[in-house]
């Protein structure tokens, strides 16, 4: 089997891309990100989604908190 560099995952540097560096050896320099071609109205349903989402979770949580709350004051005031 060969080795083949990978975008985004692994890359064989040398010496002189290194030193170009300054001698970083932090691998992003070097393997780079792979980019994804975004659809802007997929992007737009997804963050409306995920809004939504944490919206719910906070209100859940609000909740929860106020529940807790109400525990502990029945327990501080027990003794």
């Excluded at 980019?35 to 949580?61: I, N, P, Q, W, Y």
Aim: net charge negative; charged share 30%.
């Amino acid at each position: 089997m060969d080795y083949t560099d990978v975008k985004g995952l692994c890359k064989v540097a040398t010496i002189a891309e290194i030193e170009a560096q300054g001698w970083s050896l932090n691998p992003g320099r070097y393997v780079g990100t792979e980019v994804e071609e975004f659809d802007d109205e997929v992007f737009e349903e997804k963050l409306a989604a995920a809004h939504a989402e944490l919206r719910a979770l906070g209100a859940r949580a609000r909740e929860l908190e106020g529940s807790v709350d109400a525990v502990l004051q029945k327990l501080l005031s027990a003794d």
